[in-house]
């Protein structure tokens, strides 16, 4: 009886999953957002929003011979050989695009600040001064292995592990991220959005299908993530566009009155991988915040202590 229901169930599931492919895309797959653009263009191509192939192939080559620590500015510590773990650019699949920014449009950059976020974020910063090393919640959120950064929504590519997973049935899709660990169940169902009395970081996501695009729309944040100095009222669109077998075309638009002075657009390939996904145990062994909040708490110590001797 058992194995029985399990075949039927088993049977309903599949029919249902090949009625969905026939009605909407399938997005179902494992799925790399790694790429050798820029969230925002160099000021050196001011103006230039597409490379010639030779230029995009050329500045393909010059990022895929930097390690992860180099293009984001700094030398790879001694102990934490980045190609040893599969966890350098050059090791993994990226899509070719002629973009010389993930941001579309003349610019290419994020508008800038209001002078509200201006002021806003100048607060902030006086407030942490001198706080930073207080206690864990006065430490980053992905140092805390909580959220990272480009997990999103929006959805950008990390420095390494920008790897995802996509799940769809009739009424939901589902984003497993590989970096850190969220994963983003988005209802398709015509469900409405929670009440505006309910924050979440990865804000409240709520799709629907345009044709053989998915839109997703995103509200109900809290400020906690902050988006590039967002507030919670952040309220981001995404669409992904199954462009062919391999290839899903990602692109947000986030829009926040109180932070930018327009809204602003990007625009990213995401290309089918090889899985698995795999764990990202962030806090396993992890004795990061300990360290630093002990070596805080030491020099806090030290410093005290020349101030006693100082003093006689």
Known sequence: MIRAAASIAATAILAATSALC????????????????????????????????????????????????????????????????????????????????????????????????????????????????????????????LIYSTEGPPMLPSAYNSNLQIVQDSGHVAILQEMIHSARIIPTDGSPHLPSTVRQWMGDSRGHWEGQTLVVDTTNFTDKTAFRSSTAGLHLVERFTRLDKDTIVYEFTADDPATWVRPWTAQIQLTRIEGPIFEFACHEGNQGVANTLSGARAMEKAAAEAARKDSK
Request: net charge neutral; glycine share 8%.
């Open 22 to 145: 026939q009605d909407h895309p399938d997005l179902q797959g494992i799925w790399t957002s790694a790429s050798v653009v820029p969230l925002e263009r160099p000021a050196s191509l001011k103006g230039k929003e597409f490379y010639t192939e030779q230029e995009a192939a050329e500045n393909a080559k010059r990022v895929l011979g930097m390690t992860s620590w180099e293009r984001l500015g700094g030398q790879a510590p001694e102990h934490y050989n980045m190609s040893q773990y599969g966890l350098d650019l050059s090791q993994v699949k990226v899509a070719s695009t002629l973009r010389t920014s993930l941001i579309v449009g003349p610019d290419g950059r994020v508008p800038p600040l209001t002078p509200e976020a201006q002021k806003r974020n100048a607060e902030r910063s006086a407030r942490n001064r001198g706080h930073q090393f207080d206690g864990p919640e006065n430490r980053p959120l992905q140092e805390r292995c």
